[in-house]
């Protein structure tokens, strides 16, 4: 922990849990719930594209207002633009929905993703998230963890503790991978994929790091590793990773960063980093 980081009680790191989690689910209803009817693939690119980018902006603009209230002095960092300092050393990084194409294609697999971090959030490498929340509105999952405390799927009434797999064998593992936007680095990350998928059981590749991340923390992946991650992708699957009894790591076993991020056991990790850190 740096200087300018806080020093959050267990009951405080359980109140930003249970903030993250609230809001989380209020974010999710608004973007099934409120969804167009209009919005699909059969629609124009750019009308997809600017109404996607409505209801992104409408679940940053209620994450960004439900924090205000709850706690006006944290700062705020989201995927759609929101950007506030901190005056309490918290601060929020929010992805409205995680898993845009997805979204946009009604392919059950997308999330909103809260966490509180601690550090400076601009800086790679200087920050860290404390508490935390995933929920897919589709599946009604909601994924969530507080520094210290475990990590939890809550679902169907009941919230049962979650655990990465112990696999260390990569020749069995299941990994999940994504792909940025930009083409050439695709092209890049699809070929380490072909490098890697003779090595493995096979590789997934469902279209929301933030549920990737959840998966591995819920033993339903054995690993997942991605370049080009921004933090909003990250936060908050980071903490429920290593809250589910895993590793998360960037290059050179360091923090995580767009560079890289490495997830799974710490066996599973341990073997698949060195082929990915590049
Ligand atoms: C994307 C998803 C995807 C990952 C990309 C991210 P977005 O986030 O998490 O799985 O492969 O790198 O940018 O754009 O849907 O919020």
Redesign the pocket.
């Known amino acids: 922990m740096t200087s300018t980081e806080p020093r959050l009680s267990t009951d405080e790191i359980a109140d930003l849990e249970t903030i993250a989690c609230t809001i989380a689910r209020e974010a999710g209803d608004l973007i099934v719930d409120e969804r167009p009817d209009h919005l699909g693939v059969a629609a124009t690119k750019s009308t997809e594209t600017d109404v996607v980018t409505i209801m992104?902006k409408r679940s940053e603009e209620l994450l960004r207002t439900r924090l205000e209230a709850a706690r006006p002095g944290d700062g705020l960092l989201g995927?759609e633009g929101a950007s506030k300092p901190s005056t309490t050393g918290v601060t929020w990084v929010v992805?409205p929905?995680?898993?845009?194409?997805?979204?946009l294609y009604q392919l059950p697999a997308?999330a909103v993703s809260v966490a509180a971090c601690v550090g400076d959030v601009h800086t790679e490498g200087a920050w860290r998230p404390v508490a935390g929340a995933v929920l897919n509105p589709v599946t009604d999952e909601l994924f969530h963890a507080g520094l210290g405390s475990g990590a939890f799927l809550d679902h169907a009434g009941r919230s049962s503790a979650i655990r990465v797999t112990a696999q260390g064998d990569l020749a069995m593992s299941l990994l999940a991978?994504?792909?940025?936007?930009d083409v050439d680095k695709r092209k890049r990350q699809a070929a380490l994929a072909a490098e890697l998928i003779g090595r493995v059981r096979d590789i997934r590749?469902?279209?929301?790091?933030?549920?990737?991340l959840c998966s591995v923390a819920a033993g339903r992946l054995d690993g997942y590793y991605?370049a080009?991650?921004?933090p909003?992708?990250l936060a908050a699957g980071w903490l429920i990773v290593t809250e589910a009894g895993g590793l998360v790591q960037g290059q050179a076993g360091g923090a995580p960063t767009s560079d890289l991020v490495v997830a799974g056991g710490t066996e599973h990790v341990a073997k698949l980093a060195p082929l990915v850190d590049r």
């Open positions: 992104d995927e992805d929905i995680d898993g845009t194409v997805n979204y997308y991978t994504g792909f940025g936007y590749r469902a279209g929301s790091a933030a549920l990737d991605e080009g991650l921004n909003w992708d």
